[in-house]
């Protein structure tokens, strides 16, 4: 009986150390979001834009903190300092196939764009590791070693987007041309969108708060998982509604859902367009 017992715990130990295994390979350690090695030296060439540190080998850090977070960021214990600046827009093209309103970039995007607009050094945060780290106004971990985003020129592609967002996806907008608010019964929205091109969104309700988010093609239907496009409440507009921001299609802690385009930090990898399809009627 106890050796079958023995065998058990084997087992489940081989399992977990697989489970392990399967989810550091997707996780942020060893990606580029992991400032924790030189440029190009961390698997899967961790910090190759910026370089990287020896100084601290705490990769949660860089964004994340235990104590003294950005309490106006919309994000969890967030470690940085929101950038300040002006965006140029979507909005600012003019096209008529835009039907959304855009509020002031914020939410999600905001800290998203404290590293990825290029206006400060990516490892400035509010509490540096160790004792005694915390500036109110933000410090660098390693102003030797980090410094702004670089590897291509403002406002070109990603990674540095710079302020001038036009040439990219719109965020903070709302999602279908508006229609679904805060008032609406919990599930798939029965009402009609303001552009009837896009996929009806999910919503429910948590802790009295409302979340909405569109069912992608991975997981399962009417449950929010962090592989569906997830959308963000906010009240700018009247009313409390669902926004695109840059976290709906990105997942910063997953790199490993390129799929053929080797696109990173996608909740789901882009075979077929499917994260373009998953949203837009096409």
């Known amino acids: 009986m106890m050796t079958h017992k023995n065998g058990w715990i084997s087992i489940f130990a081989a399992a977990g150390l697989l489970l392990v295994a399967v989810t550091a390979d997707a996780g942020v350690v060893g990606s580029k979001h992991d400032f924790t090695a030189p ?40 470690n940085k300092v929101l950038s300040t600046g002006s965006y140029t827009r979507y909005s600012s093209l003019n096209l008529p196939s835009f039907t959304s309103t855009e509020a002031a970039v914020g939410s999600v995007s905001l800290a998203c764009l404290s590293c990825h607009d290029g206006t400060q050094a990516m490892d400035v945060v509010l509490n540096r590791p160790g004792s005694s780290g915390y500036e109110p106004g933000g410090s660098e971990i390693d102003a030797g070693a980090i410094g702004q985003m670089v590897g291509v020129p403002a406002g070109a592609p990603v990674p540095n987007l710079g302020t001038d967002l036009s040439n990219d996806h719109p965020i903070s907008m709302q999602y279908g041309g508006g229609g679904a608010t805060v008032g609406d019964t919990d ?78 930090f996608l909740r789901i990898d882009n075979t077929a367009s499917q994260i373009c399809t998953a949203c837009h009627i096409k």
């Open 39 to 78: 440029a190009g030296t961390a698997p899967g060439g961790g910090a190759s834009q910026g370089g990287g540190t020896t100084v601290t080998d705490e990769v949660c850090v860089f964004c994340h903190t235990p104590h003294g977070s950005a309490t106006g960021a919309p994000v969890p214990l967030w």
């Open 187 to 264: 599930g798939t929205f029965s009402g009609t969108l303001g552009d009837p091109d896009f996929i009806l969104p999910e919503k429910a309700t948590i802790n009295g708060r409302p979340i909405w988010w569109v069912d992608s093609p991975v997981g399962t239907a009417g449950t929010r998982e962090k592989t569906d496009m997830l959308l963000y409440a906010r009240d700018d507009l009247t009313t409390v509604q669902p926004f695109v921001e840059c976290g709906s299609c990105h997942d910063p802690h997953n790199d490993s859902t390129g799929g053929p385009s080797s696109v990173q």
